[in-house]
Every structure is written in C-alpha cells, then in structure tokens.
C-alpha cells in the first residue's frame, strides 16, 4: 500500500512540474517602477527644469519634433497639443512615451529615467496639471 502512495505522489509531482514548465508568456508588460511621488509638483520648478536637459535638446524636442519642450513653449504644446489626459492621468501620451508603454521609453537612448521624470509627470497630471 505505501508503494502505491509513492507512485501516485511521484505522479501527482511529475504533473504539478509539467505544468510550471509548461506555461509560456505571449505578451511584455511594462511596469513602471518610479516611486510615488506626493509632494506637489511644480511644472517650472521640478518639470521643465528635467525636460530642458534631456528633452530639448538639438534634434528632439526643441522645436524641430513635437511636442516643443523648450521652457517658452512646453507647457502650452503639451496641455494644447492633448498629450496630457487629466481625466485618465496614466493614458495621457506623454506619460505613456516616457514610460515606454507607447513606443520606445523617452527620452531616447537614456538608460535611466532622469530625476523620476516619470513619477514627477504622472504626479503632476493628477495633480491637475497646472502652470505652476
């Protein structure tokens, strides 16, 4: 009787294995692992200040690709040009360009993500994103 009760256990593991191996993955998600930001964020003080250095600069953003982030004009091409969704923060385009989540993560070719420019983007659209 114990001989049986090895075998069906041996079974019952073999079959458990089989399905840990055989489970397979069909899609990438992105998960964005900036820390959460709670303190009030500043478009002037905490946001321009990250997309002037890293955003607008010769070839990007600075007026020759949309949107313009150049500090005379990045507030208002982001919040006229509707990369900014208030309603639905974390779908608002230029969340879902730096996050990677819309085509590769901005800005481009930068390993890290400078300064939490992620947490600070998506803190301040919630946040009511205003001209601060």
Known sequence: MSKKIIIVGLILVTQSMLLLYSCTKDTTVVIDNSPAVTKTVSF??????????S???????????????????????????????????????????????EAISMPAGSANNPSNINGLMLAWIKQGAKNN
């Open 55 to 101: 955003c607008a600069i010769s070839g990007c953003h600075n007026g020759a690709i949309a949107p313009d982030l150049t500090a005379a004009n990045a507030y208002t091409t982001l919040i006229g040009g509707n990369f900014v969704n208030k309603a639905t923060p974390e779908s608002s385009i230029v969340y879902l360009w730096l996050t990677g989540k």
């Open 44 to 53: 002037a003080k905490d946001l321009q200040p990250i997309l002037t250095k």
